[in-house]
């Protein structure tokens, strides 16, 4: 199975779930889906360091995961301990032999030793000071390899961490409010029926509910890409939708570009901290946009509309767990954990939803809208 979740509502997942669970044969799945995880007998992760195979389910490999990252942490430390013995050592060396160079110099100008003598003495200084120098450069720069490979191990195992500026929203402002919303794309066949909704302060809010429910119909009211049939919307503050195919970057722009183009005021190293925040560092913030994967595109999306100087006080996902590898989905999660605005996400993924501690379940069944938490 190639990441069978994808795209299925709550009912799909667990009807999936569920056939897997009293599945007697072999099976072998292809996913990043948290949950469906958890029913696996092993996992086999694929990174830049290789394959690595974990017994036992979800829960096993994140605390292998633990395991892992605390050894690394370690051999980081003790390579970085290693590289300043080393360099100490090249600096120790080089001032003795200087020191030493010095005293010869100075006795050979007193001119009491024959001319002969002393160019030996000069040309054994030299080449024993070259193989001192060529044996140090060797074992500092392997010293730096060492810290350089201990380092890649920390940045694929650990989990991403974002700090964001604030949105400056205050607890008591209404953000948006739909009032007996109904909308529909085609004549006679409404989507949305009489739905009303308000959005105060930094509330984080979930709307799930089946396939063709009218969730993404919703968003798009909201966004105002349709125009509703009756009843009014009304958003009282800056706003951004990143949707599955993060369409408010420009594809043929680069990830830099893009956040340049959405946050004109940000100077180049603003921009680039706010891209590295996210894990786009150097020349990863130079590649086009139309050139990167699922997840580094929304990635790229979240960088570019939260990395600012002021982020929007309300910003609204449309299934952003969708075809989004576990990296990208740690990044995504520690971004919106930082931010402080109002949060309003469809999606399916109840492992995702309880990472973000949503305050508020609504299900959107029929196109009318129902607190179920």
């Known amino acids: 199975m190639d990441e069978p ?39 086999v992760e694929l990174t830049s360091l290789g394959a690595t195979r974990y017994g036992g389910d979800w829960r096993h490999y994140q605390e292998r995961k633990a395991l892992e990252l605390a050894a690394a942490r370690h051999d980081l430390d003790v390579a970085e301990k290693k590289s300043v013995e080393v360099a100490r050592a090249a600096q120790t060396a080089a001032e003795r032999k200087a020191r030493k160079d010095s005293g010869g110099r100075r006795k050979a100008a007193k001119g ?25 450069d060797a074992r500092q720069a392997e010293a730096r390899e060492a810290v350089s490979t201990a380092r890649k191990r920390i940045e694929v195992l650990q989990k991403l961490s974002v700090s964001l500026p604030s949105a400056g929203l205050a607890a008591g402002k209404t ?21 009303s909704l308000t959005v ?51 594809p043929n722009l680069s990830v830099r570009d893009n956040f340049r183009k959405l946050n004109p005021k940000a100077n180049e190293n603003a921009c680039r901290a706010a891209l590295a925040r996210f894990r786009f560092r150097a020349d990863a913030a130079l590649q086009q946009v139309s050139a990167l994967s699922g997840g580094e595109l ?6 570019c509309v939260l990395g600012g100087a002021r982020p929007p006080p309300l910003l609204i996902l449309d299934e952003p767990t969708n075809h989004l590898d576990l990296d ?14 109002a949060l ?20 959107l069944t029929s196109g009318r809208l129902a607190l179920t938490t």
């Open 5 to 43: 979740t994808n795209n299925l509502d709550r009912d799909g997942r667990k009807a999936l779930c569920e056939m897997l669970a009293g599945w007697l044969k072999g099976a072998l799945v292809v996913s990043h889906d948290r949950e469906l995880l958890g029913f696996m007998d092993e996992i």
């Open 112 to 136: 009491d030793m024959p001319r002969i003598l002393i160019g030996g003495m000069k040309e054994r200084a030299e080449n024993s000071g070259g193989a001192s120098t060529r044996l140090a």
């Open 175 to 195: 953000v948006l409010r739909l009032d007996h919303i109904s909308a529909r794309y085609e004549a006679g066949r409404p989507v949305l029926c009489n739905l």
């Open 200 to 250: 105060t302060g930094p509330e984080r809010i979930a709307v799930t509910g089946p396939n063709g429910s009218g969730k993404t119909t919703l968003l798009e009211v909201i966004a105002g890409r349709l125009a509703p049939f009756s009843g009014t919307v009304h958003v009282a503050t800056d706003m951004a939708m990143l949707d599955q195919r993060a369409s408010l970057l420009d």
């Open 298 to 303: 929304l990635r790229a999306a979240l960088a």
């Open 328 to 341: 990208s989905i740690a990044a995504i999660e520690a971004g919106l954990r930082a931010y402080d605005g």
């Open 344 to 363: 309003l996400v469809v999606s399916h993924d109840e492992a995702f939803l309880n990472a973000l501690n949503i305050e508020r379940h609504l299900e």
